[in-house]
């Protein structure tokens, strides 16, 4: 089918600019996190207000938006739905430097929120057309390097443009330029053929979003994928949402010098796992399909325990060493997730494949984990009577157990892959 043919440098750069996008839309959602502290004490909210803008407002949007704008994206342009998102969750992201209370913030997420359920599942979908099966997953875990280097920036400048000018300001330096980007992507990625990576080109007509549903939820791995994958993302965006507020309460530290450990830490050892999940699924999966699978398996059970070190020891040095091996450990699950989630989707539903994924992810992760954590560490003082320190110590603590969660769900993956896998082939 290949009469359009791209080089192999043009592929690259599409890799590396949807690759920046995502950079974009994880500092414009992880900056909020280093600016907690002192967006609640300028604005006095408490910690399930905070919890809220993290999880229940931003990531409920966030969630179900996804789906919808997937759809959209399988049948029409999905460069025009990138920059379209980018913009708007790059706009909103500048407008929350102006809230001067809780529901307008409220208000300024939920925009944030809307602006980035339109990035992640049509650049799966293109990343998906411009590289074959055989390096899928490699190339989406590049594309997953947006988590912890967004992450890294979002914390290095939240944190340092708070220190030296407020945290309103944090919010519109880093919202501005998106805007910009959304332009470049217009204007300088091209839409490939749907199935040009396969040479294989399917009918523009969408499916119903039913039969996208009835046929990934046929795969019991996609099932066990998804369910671990969210668990994860419990765990994990409910960590990250309030580990800057733990180590200013814990450790008394500064936004700054928080948002630069924490910004070295996750994009160091994060953007290495998430580089090596990728590359490793594909190696070993040429001689077992189960592999791509059992490699964050591994890696969930040995986060449960270094996970919950992190909370318990008093030194400072030995906290941030600690917190290195859970945070390297649970970043190896996204190349073999969303690279198996494309090759068992068929061409015509990867966007909505994609976006399936998400929602489950989102839903059980962005939408619960920073809300349940805040609410968890409210209700500990209340009636428990703990100071800030011990109740988010302890809320923390109790929702690292869902780690073993996500082990038991990606196991059960690992025993059903290979099958499905030949199913979908054979289909």
């Given at each position: 089918m290949k009469k359009t043919l791209y080089t192999k440098n043009y592929t690259h750069y599409v890799l590396g600019a949807l690759t920046v996008v995502y950079v974009f839309n994880f500092i414009d959602r992880q900056i909020l996190a280093i600016l907690?502290?002192?967006?609640?004490?300028?604005?006095?909210?408490?910690?399930?207000?905070?919890?809220?803008?993290?999880?229940?407002?931003?990531?409920?949007?966030?969630?179900?938006?996804?789906?919808?704008?997937?759809?959209?994206?399988?049948?029409?342009?999905?460069?025009?739905?990138?920059?379209?998102?980018l913009g708007v969750w790059s706009l909103m992201t500048a407008l929350s430097g102006l809230a001067t209370n809780f529901f307008q913030l409220l208000i300024a997420r939920i925009g944030v929120g809307i602006g980035e359920a339109g990035g992640s599942p049509p650049s799966h979908s293109l990343i998906a057309d411009y590289f074959s099966p055989e390096s899928r997953s490699s190339a989406l875990g590049v594309f997953a390097l947006g988590v912890p280097i967004g992450i890294l920036f979002g914390n290095l400048a939240g944190g340092w443009i708070n220190e030296f000018f407020?945290?309103?300001?944090?919010f519109?330096?880093?919202?501005?330029?998106?805007?910009?980007?959304?332009?470049?992507?217009?204007?300088?990625?091209?839409?490939?053929?749907?199935?040009?990576?396969?040479?294989?080109?399917?009918a523009s007509d969408q499916v119903p979003f039913s039969e996208?549903?009835?046929?990934?939820?046929?795969f019991p791995s996609f099932r066990y994928i998804a369910l671990g994958a969210g668990t994860q993302a419990f765990v994990g965006y409910g960590s990250i949402a309030w580990m800057p507020s733990f180590f200013v309460r814990a450790h008394d530290m500064s936004t700054g010098e928080i948002?630069?450990?924490?910004?070295?830490?996750?994009?160091?050892?994060?953007?290495?796992?998430?580089?090596?999940?990728?590359?490793a699924g594909d190696y070993f999966g040429?001689?077992?399909?189960?592999?791509?699978?059992?490699?964050?398996?591994?890696?969930?059970?040995?986060?449960?325990?270094?996970?919950a070190a992190v909370f318990m020891v008093d030194s400072l040095f030995y906290a941030l060493l600690i917190y290195t091996i859970p945070v390297f450990l649970v970043n190896l699950y996204t190349?073999?997730?969303?690279?198996?989630?494309?090759?068992?989707?068929?061409?015509?539903?990867?966007?909505?494949?994609?976006?399936?994924?998400l929602f489950i992810v989102n839903f059980i992760g962005l939408v619960f984990?920073?809300?349940?954590?805040?609410?968890?560490?409210?209700?500990?003082q209340a009636y428990l009577l703990m100071s800030e320190v011990e109740s988010l110590r302890w809320s923390l603590l109790s929702c690292n157990v869902v780690y073993l969660l996500s082990f038991l769900f990606y196991y059960l993956a690992s025993k059903t892959i290979g099958s499905d896998l030949s199913r979908q082939n054979k289909g």
């Open positions: 907690a502290p002192a967006i609640r004490d300028d604005l006095g909210l408490s910690d399930t207000q905070i919890g809220a803008l993290s999880g229940l407002a931003f990531g409920l949007f966030y969630a179900t938006l996804g789906i919808p704008i997937a759809r959209l994206a399988d049948k029409y342009s999905r460069v025009n739905v990138i920059s379209i998102s407020g945290w309103r300001n944090a519109f330096l880093v919202g501005i330029p998106g805007i910009v980007l959304a332009l470049v992507v217009k204007f300088s990625i091209k839409e490939p053929p749907r199935g040009y990576s396969e040479e294989s080109e399917k996208v549903l009835r046929t990934m939820w046929s948002g630069t450990a924490l910004g070295l830490i996750i994009g160091l050892f994060g953007g290495v796992a998430t580089i090596i999940s990728g590359f040429k001689k077992d399909k189960k592999y791509y699978m059992l490699i964050p398996a591994i890696a969930f059970l040995i986060a449960f325990p270094t996970g190349g073999p997730t969303f690279g198996m989630t494309q090759t068992l989707a068929p061409l015509a539903m990867r966007a909505s494949a994609s976006a399936l994924m984990g920073p809300t349940a954590v805040g609410f968890i560490s409210d209700t500990l």
